[in-house]
T-cell receptor
Framework: AQKITQTQPGMFVQEKEAVTLDCTYD???????LFWYKQPSSGEMIFLIY??????QNATEGRYSLNFQKARKSANLVISASQLGDSAMYFC?????????????FGKGTRLSVIA | NAGVMQNPRHLVRRRGQEARLRCSPM?????VYWYRQLPEEGLKFMVY????????ESGMPKERFSAEFPKEGPSILRIQQVVRGDSAAYFC?????????????FGPGTRLTVT
């Protein structure tokens, strides 16, 4: 079974600063995928970034980067140059096999508030 | 290319009534997943379906809940005799049939309120 742990219920960051949201995972699968989703107050789930367990490099998507440390089983999300629109819930998730067709396991989320 | 569509977006039901939630996957996607999000919680997997088949329903409560994905038409999540504890946001996600696709595309969710 897979498990995702997000230990920060809430985080504050000053606008234009960088922020790191923590995520640790547990799985016995040799191959897996890690995801981050953003959920603004409007409620939709927005895909941000993906990291495969065998990917050699950390994933990056614009201002988002995933700090993947396999030995520590951590997949922290780094948001650079925070904007007010980044205020939202952020969920880390994983899938047990590195393919498209298995369910996602989510953490409880971190609420990020960006301060002007 | 329209995204995943869910309707209704908001649904209010009295205790004991039935709730029917619909999900139309993205064009070309034949895999559908339903997740439930309780207030202040992450999403929890409920059921995974392909056309006319339930692949994994390990997250579905044993009673009152059922899901289908017919050959034609949307996927339906049905909750019979709703109780206050069913109040939650229900999300549908879809993915393409090939296994190299890694992303699940989420719909906007249906917010169910049981009064």
């Amino acid at each position: 079974a897979q498990k995702i742990t997000q230990t920060q219920p809430g985080m504050f960051v000053q606008e234009k600063e960088a922020v790191t949201l923590d995520c640790t995972y547990d799985t016995s699968d040799p191959s897996y995928g890690l995801f981050w989703y953003k959920q603004p107050s409007s409620g939709e789930m927005i895909f941000l970034i993906y990291q495969g367990s065998y990917d050699q490099q950390n994933a990056t998507e614009g201002r988002y980067s995933l700090n993947f440390q396999k030995a520590r089983k951590s997949a922290n999300l780094v948001i650079s140059a925070s904007q007010l629109g980044d205020s939202a819930m952020y969920f880390c998730a994983m899938r047990g096999a590195n393919s498209g067709n298995t369910p996602l396991v989510f953490g409880k989320g971190t609420r990020l508030s960006v301060i002007a | 290319n329209a995204g995943v569509m869910q309707n209704p977006r908001h649904l209010v039901r009295r205790r004991g009534q039935e709730a029917r939630l619909r999900c139309s996957p993205m064009k070309g996607h034949s895999h559908v997943y339903w997740y439930r999000q309780l207030p202040e919680e992450g999403l929890k997997f409920m059921v995974y379906l392909q056309k006319e088949n339930i692949i994994d329903e390990s997250g579905m409560p044993k009673e009152r809940f059922s899901a289908e994905f017919p050959k034609e038409g949307p996927s339906i999540l049905r909750i019979q005799q709703v109780v206050r504890g069913d109040s939650a946001a229900y999300f549908c996600a879809s993915s393409p049939p090939w296994t190299s696709g890694y992303e699940q595309y989420f719909g906007p969710g249906t917010r169910l309120t049981v009064t």
